[in-house]
Structure formats: structure tokens, C-alpha cells
């Protein structure tokens, strides 16, 4: 792959929206995870969450449109506004026909969705608003994205589980590399902290059910995991070629150098037991990306935190780097705010940048009791100092995709 540089990021998460803040709270380990009280949630089997604070401080969207699309359009729209301001684009000056937008989510938009469908039972149809049809399906934040800046060129919507936003990412990189755009908004967005969504995500059999103890709840790599803890937010990072990122003397923030992608095809919903089709995933990137195992500072990884899910993962990574495993820090930032699902790839790699600026790992917080089958360095409960020139970043869906990025230092 050709060298992409990321030139502007905007988060919106559970921890914050503001990066400064957002960062803060990463480096402290302070959980973001609450029990869900905005509608009655304890006769669900796991009833806490990262929630979202604050959106409208951040917004610029009108309360017209607001009307007419979901949470995660929302979110979206307001991550994408803060990326584009952080790359210093002044979209009135770009030919808008070779600007793309590739978007990354795994449930679309239910808290719109189920509000229709319940008026539609109380009210018949005359009760279903017009717009249901075009705010709840996967692809409509970036049909958003693509009507608020007047954006044309060649654009994709994934939906590929937990992997969504990563691979959105790795297809936005490839894009610009066959030059069929300028530069590229590239992301995700989740919204499903709402009663259906969340009664989707219980059904799945991956969350927590820790419900006494929201901040401590999700625990990727600690023996007594027993799942993620959801979340609600977006991430939306602007890509260009590094060629139009050096004409333009625009920051760097890092760079995609190599991706690879696999899947276990073993079962519908659970990895493969031996890791090996992630740990090919690995040495695809890290091939991709002409790099060797001993060249990665840091690892982002999935860190579902299922039994299954964590110790595969590590068997995948230990597979792929020998024994050099057990000398890269492997962190899992997420366990902070919560998954994501088809957004956490986004902020996974917008944090990886600020880890590599700052030079620290961020903790995976609530690590106690370490499990004999997942003996990397888990950077446990805090932030370790490290200069991080390489880093790569692991996501892994349901079925058993595997999907893995390079990224190196600006």
C-alpha cells in the first residue's frame, strides 16, 4: 500500500468530544460506562453503556434536520465537522466530484426506527413520519455526510460487524492509492443505546452482565471477563494522498501503511479456537505495510472480552509475532467508554494517533486477575511511556473476520 496520510480526526464518545478532554480521561483510565437511564433498562440482561454527553454543545446541525435523522447520522455529521476542521480543508475550495466519504456501522439507526414502527401501531401509517425511510438504514450517515457538504465522488457504506469502521478505513486508503478521489472522510458511527437496539446487542451474547458495577464491568483479557460493555459515538478521520497532504502543508497526524483482512469461516458467530486466520490478517498488514514484527511499538486490539473472543485474540497476535509478542505493550482503550461495534475501529485509530503524539500507551483498564491464556502486556489499569513510531490496530466481527492496520507516525 501506498503511504496515506490521516490529516484531521473528530471523535464523539462517551469520554468525551473535545480531543483534549477525550484524551485526559484515555490516560487516567477513567470509565466512561453507566447504567442506562434515559429509558427503563433493568430487565435487560445487561443494562449499562458508554452514553454520549453533550452532543448538542458540539452541533451545528439544525433542529429541521434533526427531525428527520437518527442518533448516528447526528453524531456522525458532528464527528465529520470537527475532522474537516482539524485537517484545515476549506470545502468551498475542493472539486467536491473527487471528495469521498466511507462509512463503517453494524445496526444502523433504531432509536428512529422503532419510534416510527411504535406509531405505526398506535396510529397506522398516517403516524409513520416520511423520512423513516431514509434515517435508519446503515448507509444513511453517509448519505448525510455526502448532502451537508455537497460531497460526489466514489463513496462506500460497510457493514461488517465490530470490523466496519476499520475496514471502511482500509477501503478509503485503497481508494485514494487507485486514485479515484482526492481525499477521503473515513469512519464510524453507532447508535445502540436505545430499547430495541439494546435488545438486538443483549440477544448476541457478548455483554456483560455486571450491572452493579457499570465502570469496572468490561474487562477485556481479566479471567473473569464476561463480556463488553456497549457504546454509543463516531469517529470520522480525513485521508489524502501524502503527496496532497505535503502541497497543502497539512499537519500529519499519522499514516496507513499496510492492512490485511481474513475470515475464520467457521461458525456464524464465534472465532475460530487457534487464532490463525487473525494472526494471517496480521502478517498481511504487516507485509502490506513492508514492516517486521519487531518494528510495532504498540498493539490497539479488539478486546471483546468474551472468554473465547480474548484468548483467540491473543493466540492470533503470539502467532504472528513469535516471540516478540510478549514485548509490545497491547492495549485496548475501548474498555474505558465501551464497544463501539462498527465505530470502534474509528476511535481506535483516532486514539492510536494520540498515543503516538503524546508518546504513551493508554491502560485497559480493569485488569485484576490476569488469565494464564492471555499472558501479553496488557498495559493493565495504566498508561505506559513509550515512543510509538508504528503501531497496529486489531478488529474482529462476529462470523470471524479479522481485520488489521498499520499505521505509522507523521
Given at each position: ?6 490529516t ?10 473535545d ?19 434515559r ?7 445487561s ?11 458540539y ?11 437518527d ?21 468551498d ?22 419510534t ?14 416520511p ?11 453517509q ?5 451537508h ?20 478505513i482500509?477501503?478509503g ?10 481525499f ?5 458511527m ?9 435488545l ?12 452493579d458495577?457499570?465502570?469496572t464491568?468490561y ?17 470520522i478521520l ?68 468474551t472468554?473465547?473472543g480474548?484468548?483467540?485474540e491473543?493466540?492470533g497476535?503470539k ?5 516478540y ?8 482503550p ?22 503516538m503524539?503524546?508518546?504513551?500507551v ?11 491464556d ?13 515512543e ?14 479479522n ?8
Open positions: 500500500m501506498k503511504k496515506i496520510s490521516i484531521g480526526s473528530g471523535i464523539v464518545t462517551p469520554s468525551g468530544i480531543k483534549r478532554k477525550f484524551w485526559a480521561n484515555i490516560k487516567s483510565g477513567r470509565s466512561a460506562v453507566k447504567t442506562i437511564e429509558f427503563e433498562s433493568s430487565r435487560y440482561p443494562h449499562i453503556a458508554g452514553q454520549v454527553h453533550e452532543l448538542d454543545a452541533s451545528n446541525v439544525s433542529s429541521r434536520l434533526l427531525k428527520k435523522i442518533l448516528f447520522s447526528h453524531m456522525a455529521l458532528v464527528a465529520s465537522e470537527a475532522a474537516i476542521k482539524d485537517a484545515g480543508i476549506d470545502m475550495k475542493e472539486n467536491l466530484k473527487r471528495a469521498g466519504i466511507f462509512a463503517g456501522n453494524a445496526i444502523g439507526g433504531w432509536l428512529y426506527a422503532e416510527q414502527l411504535r406509531d405505526m401501531y398506535l396510529e397506522g401509517r398516517e403516524g409513520v413520519s423520512f423513516m425511510a431514509s434515517a435508519w438504514f446503515p448507509a444513511a450517515p448519505g448525510q455526510i455526502s448532502i457538504y455537497q460531497i460526489k465522488g466514489y463513496s462506500k457504506t460497510i457493514v461488517s460487524d465490530r470490523a466496519s469502521s476499520l475496514m471502511a482500509a477501503y486508503a485503497k481508494n485514494l492509492n487507485d486514485g479515484k478521489n482526492d477521503i472522510l473515513a469512519g464510524g453507532e447508535a445502540p443505546v436505545s430499547p430495541y437496539g439494546l438486538c446487542c443483549n440477544t448476541s451474547g457478548v455483554l456483560t452482565q455486571r450491572n458495577e457499570p465502570e464491568a474487562r477485556p483479557f481479566d479471567k473473569t471477563r464476561d463480556g463488553m460493555a456497549v457504546a454509543e459515538g463516531a469517529g480525513i485521508l489524502e494522498t501524502e503527496e496532497r497532504a505535503k502541497k497543502r502543508g497539512a499537519t500529519v497526524l499519522g499514516n496507513i501503511i499496510g492492512y490485511g483482512t481474513t475470515t475464520d469461516g467457521v461458525d456464524r458467530i464465534e472465532p475460530a479456537s487457534d487464532g490463525f486466520e487473525l494472526s494471517r490478517a496480521i502478517q498481511m498488514a504487516l507485509k502490506d505495510a513492508q514492516v517486521e514484527p519487531n518494528q510495532i511499538d504498540c498493539i490497539c486490539a479488539d478486546g471483546v472480552g472468554q473465547i480474548d484468548a483467540t491473543t493466540l497476535i502467532k504472528a509475532f513469535g516471540e509478542a510478549k514485548k509490545i505493550p497491547v492495549s485496548v475501548k474498555s474505558i467508554f465501551g464497544n463501539m461495534l462498527g465505530a470502534c475501529g474509528a476511535v481506535d485509530v483516532a486514539t492510536t494517533l494520540m498515543a503524539e503524546h508518546s504513551i493508554p491502560p485497559t483498564i480493569n485488569l485484576q486477575n490476569p488469565d494464564p492471555c499472558d501479553l502486556d496488557y498495559c493493565p489499569n495504566k498508561a505506559q511511556e513509550k510509538i513510531k508504528r503501531a497496529l490496530v486489531i478488529n474482529r466481527g462476529r462470523g470471524g473476520i481485520c488489521a492496520l498499520v499505521l505509522e507516525r507523521g
